[in-house]
Structures are given as structure tokens and as C-alpha cells.
């Protein structure tokens, strides 16, 4: 049985992130949620021109340096400048033009005066106080310059990096294609939401919530469904699922019992296996294998059935691999924080111990709040509602009230 490192370490040198370009398409903007896979320039300045960041009057500095409420400065308006619209005049001493806010700056103005600090008459503008030099001009250039590297391979393209890529005239980008992750159930007791149970069926929660993680990341997933516990379907099941997808999750088969059918049948299909099961509490049963199939790596993960060491397993170790398949270069690694434990926690002593529950930030630091009720990887009622999963170290019973607790953050991809 490995260890939690040593199981992430073998798992996370598995991945094969997506390689470009024979993994990547062409979308427009209105995809979003993409992993860009090439990297972005512009031609052009951001800003463009220098421009006024206020409603004010464009000015020289050395005109209204020494304006005060009881010495004003009088300046002759020969201009209004809106959004829009090129200047006609140079600036001269003396004089100011009427500007708006994204309007181009008129030669020979250095300085934006707001129009707070002014009184208009007529034709001319009175300057009630002196400006900073160069106060509210935004120069040329000075957000990003033309040429340079202005969005890099391996970031998700969400609302901000959209409108940069709309800014820079940049309709079309390319990206990795979406990983195919498969989902299969195994388990003859197991029946959908809408079937009626009869004495000993349980609801395959475990194939929703899965398939609603893997959405949450941007992929829609492949839907296997139910598979029953008959050796013949659930090998040709794997074989449909393996030759179709990029990552394989099952759950459920893959413990001790005589109908966990799983390890044997991946044998039979050449995989590889790499992890048989880890020490963590929930989430022990627990296979890793890869296959090779049309010239291309596939991940399987036997994930246990029940439900809470199911998505236990999902956060910590297929969440971050799907994300480093996918082409993440920065950030798909497990999201971790230290905080403050508001409850006693108890460990598992001989297994890494994980208990659900909620982060928050108090006064700029992170408390862990433990979720009421049993804590059995069964009860999947009491993970409702939970952000968190607190780590008690493999050796460690307690975690005192008031202790630091190394806590993993869950959904945050």
C-alpha cells in the first residue's frame, strides 16, 4: 500500500500533458473555459494613444502649476475632444481643450485636469488647483507594448483573458482540444435516480457526481453508464471506454470481494498497473493503470464505490491530473492552505486522514470548520455544502481546536 506522496508522484509522471499542435483546434470567443496553446502578441500599444483617464480639461503643466482657489489660473478652451474623435490643436501656453474620459490627448498637453477641480465661463476655464505632472494621462504604451508576450501557453481563457483577446483584435485562438474522460459505474446493486429501489439497490450518485466535477473543468464527459458485476460486460465496458477516451473513471470493483472484477480484467487487457491502493482514509481501493491504445497513453482510475472515498480520490488526485492533461501549465497541481481547526479532528492514525467541511477567511486568516454528523465514507449527505477537506498526517490521531491544519481546497478549477 503507497503512501499519499508516493501515489501522487506516480500518478502526476503518468500524464502525458496534450502536445501541440496534433492536440489542438481553432475556436472563436465565445469559447470559453480553453486552455490557449499558443502563445499571444499584439502589434499594437496598450493604450493606444496616450489618453485622458478623467473629465477635464488637457493642459501644460507649466501653465497651471501654481493655481490655487485664491490665485486661479484662466485658460482659453480652443477644443473639445471627445471619445472618438483626433485632436485638431496644439496646445498652447495659456490655452486648454475640453476632454473626456478615453479621448485622445491634444499635442502639447501634458496634464489632464478633472473637471471637480475648475470652473467653466463661457470660453474659458478657470483652474481652481494645481494637477500632479502628467496627473491623469495614460501614456501610450504604458499597459502593454506592441511585440512583446502578452498571454502565454498553458492559461485558461476565461472573462479577462477574453476581453484582452477581443482588445488586441485576436478573434480566433488556438487551443488544446478537450480531454475524453469516460465514467462507468460497476455494481449489480446499483440503480438510476428515477428507477424504484427495491431491498438492498442503492442510487449510483458516484456517476453524476463525477461527470458534474469533470464539467465544472470545461469537458463534457462520456457517459458509460451502469455496468453490472459480469466479468464479460464490464471487460468489453473498459475496452469501449479505453479506446475511446483519454482518462478512464471507474467506481466501485476494484476492492477484495469476489465480484471486484476490475483489476483482473485490466490484466487481461495488457494495462499497466501502477497503484493497487494508497493509505488514505477514505479512499484506500484505490487502481491506477495506463494502457496503450491507438498509439496514444490512456489513464484509468479504479476509483472505490463508495460515494465520499469516490469524489475524496477525484479531488485529490484526478482533478489536478486531468488539469495537467489538459494543457494547464501553472496551477493544476492540489490547492493546499494552512488553518486554523475551530473542532477537535481525529486521524486514522496507520492512514492519511481526510475529513470534510468548510474554509473560510477570518481577518485574513483561513479557518477549517468541521461538517456535523458521521464522517463515513458512505455518508454522503454530510458533504453537502463543503469547500475543504482538512489532512490529518498518516501517524497523527489529533488535531487539537485552535491548531494549524494543512487543508486541501476542493472545486476550485
Keep these: 500500500m503507497l503512501s499519499v506522496k508516493d501515489a501522487e508522484t506516480i500518478i502526476f509522471n503518468l500524464v502525458q500533458p496534450l502536445q501541440y499542435p496534433q492536440d489542438t483546434e481553432v475556436v472563436d470567443l465565445s469559447s470559453e473555459n480553453r486552455i490557449l496553446a499558443t502563445p499571444i502578441t499584439s502589434q499594437l500599444d496598450f493604450p493606444h494613444w496616450d489618453n485622458s483617464a478623467m473629465d477635464g480639461y488637457a493642459v501644460r503643466y507649466a501653465d497651471v502649476q501654481q493655481a490655487t482657489k485664491d490665485k486661479p489660473v484662466y485658460l482659453e478652451i480652443v477644443e473639445e475632444i471627445q471619445g472618438g474623435y483626433q485632436p485638431q490643436s496644439n496646445i498652447q501656453q495659456g490655452q486648454a481643450a475640453r476632454i473626456f474620459t478615453g479621448a485622445v490627448m491634444p499635442k502639447g498637453a501634458d496634464t489632464v485636469v478633472m473637471q471637480e477641480e475648475s470652473r467653466r465661463e463661457s470660453d474659458r476655464v478657470i483652474i481652481l488647483n494645481a494637477p500632479k505632472y502628467q496627473e491623469f494621462v495614460r501614456h501610450q504604451g504604458s499597459y502593454y507594448q506592441a511585440g512583446s508576450q502578452l498571454l502565454p501557453v498553458g492559461i485558461r481563457l476565461n472573462a479577462p483573458e477574453i476581453a484582452v483577446l477581443a482588445a488586441v483584435q485576436c478573434p480566433r485562438v488556438n487551443v488544446y482540444r478537450k480531454p475524453k474522460i469516460a465514467i462507468l459505474s460497476t455494481g449489480d446493486e446499483l440503480v438510476t435516480p428515477n428507477q424504484p429501489l427495491k431491498p438492498g439497490q442503492i442510487v449510483d450518485s458516484n456517476q453524476y457526481a463525477l461527470a458534474a466535477l469533470v464539467r465544472q473543468m470545461g469537458i463534457e464527459p462520456l457517459i458509460m453508464g451502469i455496468i453490472p458485476d459480469d466479468k464479460e460486460a464490464l471487460q468489453q465496458a473498459i475496452d469501449s471506454s479505453i479506446s475511446h477516451a483519454d482518462i478512464v473513471l471507474s467506481s466501485g470493483g476494484v476492492s477484495v470481494g469476489e465480484y471486484d472484477y476490475v483489476e483482473k480484467i485490466i490484466t487481461h487487457l495488457q494495462g499497466q ?113 463543503t469547500n475543504a477537506l482538512a489532512v490529518i498526517r498518516l501517524g497523527e490521531n489529533l488535531i487539537a481546536a485552535g491548531d494549524a491544519v494543512k487543508v486541501l481546497k476542493i472545486g476550485n478549477y
Excluded at 288 to 310: D, E, H, I
Excluded at 337 to 342: G, H, L, M, S
Excluded at 344 to 362: F, P
Design 273 to 385: 498497473i501502477h497503484v493497487h491502493a494508497v493509505a488514505m482514509k477514505p479512499g484506500k481501493p484505490l487502481t491506477v493503470t495506463t494502457f496503450k491504445r491507438n498509439n496514444r497513453p490512456v489513464l484509468y482510475f479504479g476509483l472505490p464505490g463508495n460515494p465520499v472515498s469516490a469524489l475524496v480520490t477525484f479531488w485529490r488526485f484526478v482533478q489536478p491530473a486531468i488539469a495537467k492533461l489538459s494543457g494547464v501549465v501553472d496551477g493544476w497541481q492540489p490547492q493546499f492552505v494552512n488553518a486554523v481547526a475551530t473542532r477537535d479532528l481525529h486521524g486514522a492514525g496507520k492512514r492519511e486522514t481526510y475529513l470534510w467541511g468548510k474554509l473560510s477567511l477570518v481577518d485574513g486568516m483561513y479557518q477549517f470548520h468541521l461538517a456535523g454528523g458521521n464522517h463515513s465514507s458512505g455518508n454522503l449527505i454530510n458533504l453537502a455544502q
